[in-house]
């Protein structure tokens, strides 16, 4: 039995993403731009804006590493006393207080997991690290026994949210994972915070999900490179007013074992990690939290519900799938305005 093992992070699509951003910004700029860049959530994060009048890169980038270290704090299952842990721990029945944050992205999570009919779910924790995916990597399949095990523990309609008020209670022994949405968020609270600060031009980047606003260092538009999973540069240029976009693909983080690949998206509903052809979701939306979730789902859910989905929310998707002669596009009608006109 052979057994191959691959496995890459995200940092890769992060930086090609990201040599295409910076190829456009190499023209003339007669305003000030600044960039500074770091480590968070097991990826790298990048922000570069224009005319920041007194704010300078070294002070900002200061206070973005101490906030993305606080927001790990609270929603990382990587830290083992994080808030999420400890909720995820929790016992079952009883109401629990959560920080604002994370009712926020729970709240957003639920959402995106009701939109999609269960594709998205965060209860996917004990799934996830069944297949190897969480903080203990392992390799292999596991037996059907442990994943019908396992699947006792998974559905968010089991996570009750309150209303009103941070609380959450399990009624049954749930554990969260927000791996799918954490990054997204994290591009939402740096945008909302540089805009608190003034800053109306800027790009901020984690882990390949982005968020935009004003323009960019040429003065004109954002560009951003939709990748080309087969290599070779970006696929597709796609200018941007004020908004953010996610990218979700099986062909970053996987293992394959007997000529099998298992991504690391997982299907809540049936336990086992994506195998069809769909090779990556790109999707638009003023919230990069729910553009990030809704990334994750609609690769569970496959080209074709993708789609009506997409068309159903008039949410712009775009969507890179394996055929038979190669990689083919597909996309949502809310795209088609973002597409590079002949
Ligand atoms: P991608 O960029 O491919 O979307 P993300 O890092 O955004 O990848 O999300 C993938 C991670 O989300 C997985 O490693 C796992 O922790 C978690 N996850 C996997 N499947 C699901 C799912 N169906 N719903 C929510 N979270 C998931
Ligand atoms: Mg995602």
């Given amino acids: 039995?052979?057994?191959?093992?691959?496995?890459?992070?995200?940092?890769?699509?992060?930086?090609?993403?990201?040599?295409?951003?910076f190829l456009s910004a190499c023209s003339p700029a007669p305003e000030e731009i600044i960039q500074f860049s770091g480590e968070t959530m097991g990826t790298t994060y990048h922000v570069?804006?224009?005319?920041?009048?007194?704010?300078?890169?070294?002070?900002?980038?200061?206070?973005?590493?101490?906030?993305?270290?606080?927001?790990?704090?609270?929603?990382?299952?990587?830290?083992?006393?994080?808030?999420?842990?400890?909720?995820?721990?929790?016992?079952?029945?009883?109401?629990?207080?959560?920080?604002e944050p994370l009712y926020a992205i729970l709240t957003m999570a639920m959402e995106v997991s009701w939109l999609s009919a269960g594709a998205f779910d965060?209860?996917?924790?004990?799934?996830?690290?069944?297949?190897?995916?969480?903080?203990?990597?392992?390799?292999?399949?596991?037996?059907d026994d442990a994943l019908a095990d396992v699947?006792?523990?998974?559905?968010?309609?089991?996570?009750?949210?309150?209303?009103?008020?941070?609380?959450?209670?399990?009624?049954?022994?749930?554990?969260?994972?927000?791996?799918?949405?954490?990054?997204?968020?994290?591009?939402?609270?740096?945008?909302?915070?540089?805009?608190?600060?003034g800053v109306k031009d800027y790009l901020v980047e984690i882990g390949g999900e982005m968020r935009v606003a004003g323009k960019s260092p040429r003065g004109d538009a954002w560009r951003i490179g939709v990748e080309n999973p087969a290599g070779g540069g970006p696929q597709l240029a796609i200018a941007l007013g004020?908004?953010?976009?996610?990218?979700?693909?099986?062909?970053?983080?996987?293992?394959?074992?007997?000529?099998?690949?298992?991504?690391?998206?997982?299907?809540?509903?049936?336990?086992?990690?994506?195998?069809?052809?769909?090779?990556?979701?790109?999707?638009?939306?003023?919230?990069?939290?729910f553009a990030d979730a809704m990334a994750t789902a609609l690769s569970v859910m496959g080209t074709e519900r993708a789609l009506a989905l997409a068309e159903a929310q008039d949410l712009p998707v775009y969507i890179i799938e394996k055929g038979e002669e190669g990689f083919v596009s597909r996309y949502s009608s809310a795209f088609a305005p973002y597409l590079p006109k002949e």
């Avoid at 998206?265 to 990069?288: E, K, M």
């Fill in 1 to 21: 039995m052979t057994s191959v093992v691959k496995r890459s992070l995200s940092l890769e699509k992060a930086a090609l993403v990201l040599l295409f951003l």
């Fill in 48 to 99: 570069t804006l224009r005319n920041p009048g007194d704010l300078r890169a070294e002070r900002l980038k200061q206070q973005l590493d101490y906030q993305l270290a606080h927001f790990n704090q609270i929603a990382s299952t990587y830290i083992d006393d994080s808030e999420l842990n400890q909720l995820n721990r929790a016992p079952i029945g009883e109401w629990q207080q959560l920080s």
């Fill in 122 to 143: 965060i209860t996917v924790a004990p799934l996830v690290d069944l297949w190897g995916f969480g903080p203990v990597k392992r390799e292999g399949r596991p037996s």
């Fill in 151 to 197: 699947m006792e523990r998974v559905g968010y309609t089991r996570l009750q949210l309150d209303m009103l008020e941070p609380k959450l209670m399990k009624s049954a022994a749930l554990s969260m994972d927000l791996s799918a949405i954490a990054k997204g968020y994290g591009v939402d609270a740096a945008a909302i915070w540089l805009a608190s600060l």
């Fill in 242 to 289: 004020d908004i953010a976009v996610a990218t979700s693909g099986d062909y970053r983080n996987y293992f394959e074992q007997d000529g099998v690949r298992y991504s690391h998206t997982i299907d809540p509903r049936t336990g086992r990690p994506i195998t069809h052809t769909l090779a990556s979701v790109t999707v638009l939306d003023p919230s990069c939290a």
